[in-house]
C-alpha cells in the first residue's frame, strides 16, 4: 500500500536550517509529483512547493523563495524539504504530499505523510 | 496569493445538510475545474474528500459533494453524522502556477 513516511520532529534555534525528509513507499516513486504543506498550530494549510521525483524539477511559493529548498534521492525513494534562517513563525507541522494521478502534478493530494513538527525556539 | 475565503464554523444537527462555501478569484478558483476538499480531525494529517469540484476519491461516502459557480466553490455534506466533525479545507490550482488552500472551516454536529 501506497505510504510515506517522515522523519522525526525537530528542534532549532532562529536562524539555523531544518531539513525533513519523505520516504515513499508502495508505488513507482519517480511517477508521482510530492507536494509540501505545512500547518501552524491551530492555524490553516499553507502551500510550499513541489518537486517532480522524476526530473527533480521544483516549484516555491512565493513567500519562501530563497529560503526553502526541495530535493529528492531516487536511490532510496525518498524527497527532502530544507527551509534555512529558520523564524519563530517556521514552527509548525510539516507535511508531504503525493498527487493523485501520474498524469497530474498540481493536485490534488490523495496521500499524506504523517507531518513533522518542527519547533524554532531560542 | 491570498488564502481561499471560507467561513470560520458550521453547525448541524445529525441527519441534516451543510454547505460550506468556497470564495475565490479570477485567478483560482474561476478559470479551472482543480478545486478540492479535504477534511481534517484533530491530530491528524488531512484527508482527500473532493477532487476537480465535484469528484469523489474510492471510498468516500457519497453523503460528501462539491461543485462550483463562478468563483465560488461549495462543499455539502448531506445527512450530517457525528464523525464528520471536523475541520474542512479547500484548495485550487492557481494561474501563478501554485496551489492556495482556503483559511478551513470547523464542521459542529450539534
Known amino acids: 500500500q501506497v505510504q510515506l513516511v517522515q522523519s522525526g520532529a525537530e528542534v532549532k534555534k532562529p536562524g539555523a536550517s531544518v531539513k525533513v525528509s519523505c520516504k515513499a513507499s508502495?508505488?513507482?516513486?519517480?511517477?508521482?509529483?510530492i507536494h509540501w504543506v505545512r500547518q501552524a498550530p491551530g492555524q490553516g494549510l499553507e502551500w510550499m512547493g513541489r518537486?517532480?521525483?522524476?526530473?527533480?524539477?521544483?516549484n516555491y511559493a512565493q513567500n519562501l523563495q530563497g529560503r526553502v529548498t526541495m530535493t529528492r534521492d531516487t536511490s532510496v525513494n525518498t524527497v527532502y524539504m530544507e527551509l534555512s534562517r529558520l523564524r519563530s513563525d517556521d514552527t509548525t507541522v510539516y507535511y508531504c504530499?503525493?498527487?493523485?494521478?501520474?498524469?497530474?502534478?498540481?493536485?490534488?493530494?490523495?496521500?499524506w505523510g504523517q507531518g513533522t513538527l518542527v519547533t524554532v525556539s531560542s | 496569493q491570498s488564502a481561499l475565503n471560507q467561513p470560520a464554523s458550521v453547525s448541524g444537527s445529525p441527519g441534516q445538510s451543510i454547505t460550506i462555501s468556497c470564495t475565490g478569484t479570477?485567478?483560482?478558483?474561476?478559470?479551472?475545474?482543480?478545486v478540492s476538499w479535504y477534511q481534517q480531525h484533530p491530530g491528524k494529517a488531512p484527508k482527500l474528500i473532493i477532487y476537480e469540484v465535484s469528484n469523489r476519491p474510492s471510498g468516500v461516502s457519497n453523503r460528501f459533494s462539491g461543485s462550483k459557480s463562478g468563483n465560488t466553490a461549495s462543499l455539502t455534506i448531506s445527512g450530517l453524522q457525528a464523525e464528520d466533525e471536523a475541520d474542512y479545507y479547500c484548495?485550487?490550482?492557481?494561474?501563478?502556477?501554485?496551489?492556495?488552500f482556503g483559511g478551513g472551516t470547523k464542521v459542529t454536529v450539534l
Open positions: 508502495g508505488y513507482t516513486f519517480t511517477d508521482y509529483y
Open positions: 518537486i517532480s521525483p522524476d526530473s527533480g524539477g521544483t
Open positions: 504530499a503525493r498527487v493523485k494521478g501520474a498524469a497530474t502534478t498540481w493536485g490534488p493530494f490523495d496521500y
Open positions: 484548495s485550487s490550482y492557481t494561474s501563478s502556477s501554485t496551489v492556495v
Open positions: 479570477s485567478s483560482d478558483i474561476g478559470p479551472y475545474n482543480y
